[in-house]
């Protein structure tokens, strides 16, 4: 994709906090993850100003759509500037979704340090798969101009080390931040931290 773009994660879910596979299933914010959600569309608001002419770009899983909303509140964009796109969905999990990673990594060890543990589940999505998704992303020149997209950590790691031309080793290790979002411009990613302290829990 030639023309530049925010990267957000959704903030924390119940799940996120035990470390319980979501993938195509959902679970809740948090209180922390709605001010997490909070705090980015903040964060985006000092960057970028009058956010009229931007548009969200959101995974169709409640946890995105939830924390799309709270972010284009934030920026004092209504309901109607969000769109839902498939492409942007966390990878499927198959027979593992709702399974508990510690559990996994129990009954095979060797899950805890590979880099592709996340693609080796029954009837779970396939990392190619994800990457022609991803593929077909970037390569929309149909997209608004002004982008914000609201997706997931697993597919987020993918989508920046696709657009940053890594190899499938660096493709599979970068960080899933839910306190942090991402700026993709002319093939370089820039990390926006947000502090926590100004929103009361």
Do not use: K
């Amino acid at each position: 994709m030639s023309r530049p773009f925010y990267l957000l994660r959704h903030g924390q879910t119940e799940y996120n906090t035990v470390r319980r596979l979501q993938g195509r299933c959902d679970s809740p914010l948090t209180e922390l993850g709605q001010a997490q959600a909070r705090n980015m569309g903040e964060a985006l608001r000092r960057r970028i100003g009058d956010a009229a002419g931007w548009r969200l770009l959101a995974s169709p899983l409640p946890r995105a759509q939830h924390s799309a909303r709270l972010v284009a509140e934030a920026l004092g964009l209504p309901a109607g500037a969000i769109a839902t796109d498939e492409r942007v969905i966390e990878v499927g999990f198959g027979d593992w979704e709702t399974c508990l990673r510690a559990d996994l990594v129990a009954a095979d060890p060797s899950l805890d340090t590979a880099l592709d543990w996340h693609f080796r589940s029954p009837n779970g999505e396939s990392l190619d798969a994800v990457l022609a998704r991803i593929d077909d992303f970037l390569a929309d020149t149909a997209l608004p101009e002004r982008l914000i997209v609201v997706s997931h950590g697993l597919f987020g790691r993918l989508l920046r080390g696709v657009y940053a031309g890594l190899d499938r080793a660096g493709i599979l290790s970068g960080d899933m931040p839910q306190d942090a979002f991402f700026h993709l411009s002319g093939g370089r990613i820039e990390r926006i931290d947000c502090a926590m302290a100004e929103t009361t829990l």
